[in-house]
């Protein structure tokens, strides 16, 4: 079974700080993992993935996540915080060495970056 | 184009009518999902197409019935639902379903559905 555990509800920063949106995830194979933004009342849009290679992985509008292996994390992280930044995120993870079709979300962390 | 278009964006039906969700993407994706969203939740997946076959039903309620008249549509069929089903209806695609290039879901705006 596969599974992700963001622990955070609500993440506050200053605009200009920086930020983290913390993710740990389960798997019995090899993991893809994925981070998705949602602004009210609209869809999920993709931010950054890691598949395999280079642990630090960066995306859209500034963001990266760094895969940890022995942690079993995929934090998100932003040098520096925008009022725009303010959303829902969900960090997803596909089990592909389980042959798993179905992509896991975690729960999701709001993040509100405080002008 | 890298867009999943849903119609429509709002839909408020009875407990007894019949409506349909509409989603529709032109990225040449073998696989299209349907997810339901309740407020502050994360996705939950309802379907899974793949090659235009039902892959994966996640034991959900016959009162959804999905179908994917070719590779670039998804409907959701609705029937008799009930209050409880109004939430977010997210349609997505991705490359395939898995392998070695497996690639990320996108994700339509969705569809409001308020059931009255």
């Known amino acids: 079974a596969q599974s992700v555990a963001q622990p955070e509800d609500q993440v506050n920063v200053a605009e200009g700080n920086p930020l983290t949106v913390k993710c740990t995830y389960s798997v019995s194979g090899n993991p893809y993992l994925f981070w998705y933004v949602q602004y009210p009342n609209r869809g999920l849009q993709f931010l950054l993935k890691y598949i395999t290679g280079d642990n630090l992985v960066k995306g859209s509008y500034g963001f990266e996540a760094e895969f940890n292996k022995s942690q079993t994390s995929f934090h998100l992280k932003k040098p520096s915080a925008l009022v725009s930044d303010s959303a829902l995120y969900f960090c997803a993870v596909r089990d592909y060495g389980a042959g798993s079709y179905q992509l896991t979300f975690g729960k999701g962390t709001k993040l509100s970056v405080i002008p | 184009d890298t867009e999943v278009t849903q119609t429509p964006k709002h839909l408020v039906m009875g407990m007894t009518n019949k409506k349909s969700l509409k989603c529709e993407q032109h990225?040449?994706?073998?696989?299209m999902y349907w997810y339901k969203q309740k407020a502050k939740k994360p996705p939950e997946l309802m379907f899974v197409y793949s090659y235009e076959k039902l892959s994966i039903n996640e034991s959900v309620p016959s009162r959804f019935s999905p179908e994917c008249p070719n590779s670039s549509l998804l409907n959701l069929h609705l029937h008799a639902l009930q209050p409880e089903d109004s939430a977010l209806y997210l349609c997505?695609?991705?490359?395939?379903?898995?392998?070695?290039?497996?690639?990320?879901?996108?994700f339509g705006q969705g569809t409001r559905l308020t059931v009255v």
């Open positions: 997505a695609s991705s490359q395939d379903l898995g392998g070695p290039m497996s690639t990320e879901a996108f």
């Open positions: 990225m040449g994706h073998r696989a």
